[in-house]
């Protein structure tokens, strides 16, 4: 069968949960099958639609009953490949939302665009969703043969990061310029920016500083950490961190008027 696990996004400027991701897991009796088992299992099947259609509908199904009445969103992973078998206009989704009694505006549907290979099936299925209520999110940007060309077309909501540029962010100079490109690319095309795989605070802060919107990763929460206790837990770390942040741009801010200051003193 299938189950997901919940993973928390956050903003560290409101000190907020923002949402969940749903992370598919198989289980066969046995030992949980990742993700990326599941989908090539199903692909040399020829069912990645099915499979695709069956994690959808069992994400929609906790979601609602694990957090009814919530303000919060889901983020759903869609499988590249079926936007290239066409399967744009079916409303299938739609239909597993309303009997899932989700509104679209409450999901962000995660695209990774590098995997869709025809330009016009991903416009039409990126068009007709959103005209649905759907938030589209460009994930794993910066991973691989990125195209940002497909940002123009498809103008996302939010862009995802890929993990990799998180891990040692803090003391990576090349990964930090990049982080700040696409956080200033996102700010001027009116999507958020986010960070998945953030794993210490020295990174989550430094992301901060490079101006990300929202957070994803281990350090914040692991996939299934959802309990009330396991949320009460993450408030506390976001106020800590979001603290730590602001006392670092204080800091940051005092240098900065020390160095005018010096520069216009008689």
């Excluded at 299992?41 to 957090?67: T, Y």
Aim: charged letters at 25%; one cysteine or more.
């Amino acid at each position: 069968g299938i189950k997901s696990r919940f993973q928390p996004i956050v903003a560290l400027k409101s000190r907020s949960i923002l949402g969940f991701e749903a992370l598919s897991w198989g289980d066969d009796g046995h030992a949980p099958i990742s993700p990326l088992e599941l989908f090539a299992r199903a692909r040399e099947d020829g069912a990645v639609l099915d499979l695709d259609r069956e994690c959808r509908r069992v994400a929609l199904g906790e979601f609602s009953r694990s957090f009814s009445g919530a303000k919060a969103l889901l983020f759903l992973n869609i499988e590249s490949s079926i936007v290239d078998m066409g399967s744009v206009g079916s409303g299938y989704l739609m239909a597993q939302c309303t009997r899932a009694g989700i509104s679209p505006a409450q999901v962000v549907l995660e695209i990774v665009e590098t995997n869709v290979r025809d330009d016009d099936l991903l416009v039409d299925f990126v068009r007709t969703h959103r005209s649905l209520g759907f938030t589209i999110a460009i994930d794993d940007m910066g991973e691989g043969h990125s195209n940002l060309n497909r940002i123009a077309l498809i103008r996302p909501d939010i862009i995802k990061a890929d993990r990799a540029l998180a891990r040692d962010l803090a003391h990576d100079y090349t990964k930090q310029r990049i982080v700040s490109s696409l956080a200033g690319l996102s700010r001027n095309i009116g999507a958020l920016f986010l960070l998945e795989g953030v794993e210490t605070e020295a990174d989550a802060l430094e992301a901060f500083r490079l101006g990300t919107d929202l957070y994803q990763g281990y350090f914040f929460a692991r996939p299934g950490e959802t309990s009330r206790e396991a949320i009460m837990s993450l408030e506390r770390r976001l106020a800590t961190v979001a603290s730590s942040a602001r006392d670092a741009a204080i800091r940051a801010l005092g240098r900065r008027t020390q160095v005018v200051e010096r520069c216009f003193a008689e």
